[in-house]
C-alpha cells in the first residue's frame, strides 16, 4: 500500500472483518490484521460502534462496513449509519 496512501486519504467498504474497538462482539484474525495496518499507517477509524449490518434471520447485528480516515481530513469529517438505507455517510 505504499505510494497509495496519502495524508489526505479516507478507506471504506464492507470489509467483512470483525474488531471489538470498532464495535463488534469478537476479533477475527482478518481483523486483528487490517486494525494492525490501520495502525501502523495512522489512520483513525470513523465507525462508533453502530451497527452497519443486520441479519434478519438471525436478528443480529455486527459492524462489518468500516470507514478510515488519515488525521489530515479528521477534523473535518463525520460519520453515521443512515437507520432508513443502512449506509454510511460522509458529510464535509
Known sequence: MEGVIEDKTIILGDFNVKNTPWGSPITNAR???LNNLINDK???????????FRSNSCGSTDVLDLTFISSGLFHYSSWRVLAILAAITFLF
Open 42 to 52: 495512522a489512520f483513525l477509524p470513523l465507525n462508533d460502534g453502530t451497527p452497519t
Open 31 to 33: 481483523g486483528s490484521e
